[in-house]
């Protein structure tokens, strides 16, 4: 999976519905191997962006959990900390 997909399910509050897009323009770069689409590709690139993002959606409203929703904040400070231990002290 790209790195740069993120998980979407069982965080509170729920993913947005933007937050689902760029997931879903996440992984249709990667497929394609396209950053961005010449003009010939860009109708065909939008419509599978739409068509992720809609499938994603929809697997994300059935999924069903038993476990407690994850705080957003609790899980971006836990990848911080694993980014300063990969790579050392940001600098600012």
């Known amino acids: 999976m790209c790195r740069n997909i993120r998980t979407?399910?069982?965080?509170?509050?729920?993913?947005?519905?933007?937050?689902?897009?760029?997931?879903?323009?996440?992984?249709?770069?990667?497929?394609?191997?396209?950053?961005?689409?010449?003009?010939?590709?860009q109708a065909a690139f939008d419509r599978a962006v739409e068509d992720v993002a809609r499938a994603s959606r929809k697997l994300l409203d059935a999924l069903k959990t038993g476990a407690p929703p994850k705080d957003r904040d609790a899980e971006a400070a836990k990848a911080r900390q694993r980014a300063i231990e990969r790579f050392g002290q940001a600098r600012g």
Request: proline letters at 6%; glycine letters at 2%; charged letters at 20%.
């Open 8 to 41: 979407l399910f069982n965080f509170s509050p729920a993913a947005t519905d933007e937050e689902v897009r760029a997931a879903s323009l996440q992984f249709v770069r990667k497929i394609s191997g396209f950053t961005k689409p010449s003009l010939s590709n």
